[in-house]
């Protein structure tokens, strides 16, 4: 015999939180399904090769790589770089704009580590345009972030966005158009270092001048309304046509916002996100759970030119984000954020036979089943009371009993298991007020923030 | 520049047969949620070690084994000994009977073959009861089939039925109880190489007595309605114990069908079937496509005695079936049975915007989601033609104009793309018939029989 066990870092969940990561993943195909994006579901194995066309830098020591008879073959890291596969591999049948979903699981051989997870859901949406793809894409994205997280129940959260063009545009102004990479790495160190450190290393680490850091960190320190952020960058218009075009982009992403449902305090302009330094070309998302700073961006994603440039010589710019589903749902846990009040059990109802025959009670419980509620009829042999505890443990909602009094007066007793109240009726009202019941129990959200 | 390629094997759907996909894994997660099972959602990986604590026999060759670090790993090839793994571990804090469900995908490395998948869904539930397990779980279980099965579209389908004890003990009357395995194996394959055949090896490979060989030929050929093949049965009650018990199972598993909602058509004892030789204990399970015999069993199961006795001392029995989707779903595609009027398109309305600003048809599209319409915003710099190409190839069933004109009688133009009609009416107005137009389109079930 063998001592069981699940891997370190596989998140394998009991059945009630499972019924919570359900209702999560059910939101967020829900309103993905919303903005018009398909859903997708491509293999979890991938030919090494082509998962890997681009190089995989930091990412390439994580890959679950492995042969299987002649076949070099390796384990997804991530739902991008199999969307451009996809999207080169199937560019014919494919009708551009495309907007897909895909929530699935990617494997990355991580430290092990509390709260790092080496299989992990990754819900992510992207449109991909075919040559050219109109901004108005990028500006319906905080919409979507929006929506998705105010249907999971949160409320205290903020989008943050930037435009690349805006920082590269910058940058190229200072005439460190070179070494912005180098740059932006460094500012990126600022909520951890403190602006005095980052100045130093800009002078001793990139070569910036004394008033070039300055201007950076002023820069960078703008901050208040999105009104005013704007205002502010207007005073550098003119100098750059990068920086131009960037802001461009960045004021028809926050002039709809209100149109698009977005409320004005959930979203801010923020000029220290970049975001992959590499990969992002305009318009680049981070989301913040407010009270939770330290858990980062629970959705980022941004503005790409050129999706599959590994797999095909056609042009396929995109824009996307990405919502690290095991950690938010971990992590959300952790803070005691998933709502405990919402039904988690297996059943609805728990139909207990009182009868030696036991006809009567299944026809009861196929007529429930045919109206929807989920009904799990339980004959163990046990006494009454381990029924009763059973239905407890479970938190099933509603205990139905039928003896033989029920049966000859044709009616039902049901007891809710929340108030202890029991009540005698034909079928069809019992039907009636149990679904009354459970709306009632399910109208909350699945995160209480 | 690398040629994109998905690995043979491995299915990857186009966008609206993966709606198609969408649409039936949906009805499987709330037929299998009516009847009480709960889902879980366990790792793709596991310890070799744990997961082939069985050994494999012929599967173990099929697995993908690999070493990352020190680790031993696997992907699991099935979903029932990750399930065994789960409730060893989980035992004190699950409740018994334990019902679940899950759908996800397993990996065989099978010889690359048409309509063979390496990677592939696998729909499974299961009842698992802590030292004993009511027969009426049993019972249940072919009226899930056929909710299930129905709610999908199927119609000409038939759940088959045997219990092994019958079998078992029918072949110790015979005196055969050693050979039994051997003996079942063989008469398993009267369909296809006859009776004369099956005599024959009988009597040469399992050195059965010709006379015995006639009893057997003539048990297996039982054949009438459920009745008439439970009253045959009678014949040889008081003869050996297990049979006995096993003919009580059938009976009990039988009884109740009319109350459990599973037409008398839909439902045959089968005394041909045995299934798993070494697994099952009790009652087994078979589907078939009454008008596609070649495709084998689409749903099979049956009532085992000791789920994860390798990983625990605890007696867990229990009973379960498992669909083959993902070849199920292949051989509907190819028989042609997938329901081509099902709406596939990613977005219910296509809302173009014949202005320059944008704040009202956007505010158009929001209050289109909120009312739960899949809504694309189209803002592509295209002709006319091309945008209402796109509407076509996609199937999206309505498109809305937004011009000048409506915006000023506050009203919105929108056209069945379906009937070519067109209608100008208030927004609330529009959702009212979209809505309706949308519920009559998705009324039909996923395939068409």
Redesign the interface.
């Known amino acids: 015999?063998?001592?069981?066990?699940?891997?370190s870092g596989?998140?394998?969940?009991?059945?009630a939180p499972?019924?919570q990561?359900?209702r999560v993943m059910d939101i967020l195909r829900r309103t993905y399904?919303?903005?018009?994006?398909?859903?997708?579901?491509?293999?979890?194995?991938?030919?090494a090769?082509?998962l890997l066309?681009k190089g995989g830098g930091e990412t390439e020591k994580q890959i679950?790589r492995?042969?299987?008879?002649d076949?070099d073959?390796a384990l997804r890291f991530d739902l991008t770089v199999p969307l451009?596969?996809?999207v080169?591999?199937?560019y014919g049948?494919?009708?551009f704009?495309f907007?897909?979903y895909q929530i699935g699981?990617v494997?990355r051989?991580e430290r092990a580590q509390r709260g790092r997870f080496?299989?992990f859901y990754q819900a992510d949406i992207d449109i991909i345009?075919d040559g050219?793809?109109?901004i108005?894409?990028e500006a319906?994205i905080p919409?979507i972030i929006c929506?998705t997280f105010t249907a999971l129940g949160l409320e205290r959260f903020q989008i943050r966005v930037n435009n690349r063009k805006i920082l590269n545009g910058f940058y190229a102004m200072l005439g460190l158009a070179e070494r912005s990479q180098d740059v932006m790495r460094t500012v990126d160190k600022l909520d951890k270092i403190g602006p005095e450190k980052v100045k130093a290393c800009l002078m001793e680490d990139c070569g910036v001048s004394p008033e070039a850091a300055d201007e950076i960190l002023a820069f960078i320190a703008i901050r208040g309304s999105n009104d005013e952020v704007l205002a502010a960058l207007e005073q550098y218009r003119g100098r750059n046509e990068t920086f131009d075009a960037g802001l461009e982009e960045l004021r028809a992403v926050t002039r709809?916002l209100a149109?698009?449902?977005v409320p004005e305090e959930k979203f801010a302009v923020d000029l220290t996100i970049a975001r992959g330094l590499d990969y992002y070309t305009g318009t680049v998302y981070e989301t913040t759970l407010l009270d939770h700073p330290e858990i980062g961006s629970v959705c980022s994603g941004g503005r790409y030119d050129n999706l599959?440039?590994?797999?095909?010589?056609k042009q396929l710019p995109g824009v996307g984000i990405s919502i690290g589903l095991t950690r938010l749902f971990y992590v959300l846990g952790e803070q005691g954020m998933l709502n405990p009040d919402l039904p988690c059990a297996?059943?609805d109802v728990?139909l207990l036979p009182m009868t030696d025959d036991?006809?009567?009670a299944?026809?009861v419980a196929?007529a429930l089943?045919?109206a929807?509620?989920?009904?799990?009829?339980y004959?163990?042999?046990k006494k009454f009371k381990a029924k009763m505890a059973?239905a407890d443990?479970?938190r099933i909602p509603y205990v139905i009993f039928l003896g033989e009094d029920e049966i000859a007066a044709r009616v039902v007793k049901w007891k809710s298991l929340a108030t202890g109240e029991q009540t005698s009726a034909p079928l069809e009202e019992a039907i009636d007020a149990i679904r009354a019941g459970l709306a009632a129990a399910n109208a909350g959200k699945p995160i209480r923030d």
């Not at 492995?66 to 008879?69: D, E, L, P, S, V």
């Not at 929807?372 to 009829?377: F, P, S």
């Open positions: 015999m063998m001592k069981p066990r699940t891997l596989f998140m394998e969940l009991l059945p499972q019924q990561m359900e399904s919303l903005y018009g994006f398909t859903p997708l579901d491509t293999p979890i194995i991938e030919d090769q082509i066309a679950y492995f042969t299987k008879g076949s073959l451009a596969k996809y080169a591999l199937n049948q494919l009708t704009p907007r897909r699981k494997y051989g080496r299989e345009g050219a793809l109109d108005v894409n319906e919409s929506r709809h149109a698009f449902g599959a440039e590994y797999y095909t010589n297996p059943a728990l036991l006809g009567d299944i026809a196929t089943r045919e929807g509620i989920r009904t799990q009829l004959t163990e042999k059973y443990k479970l």
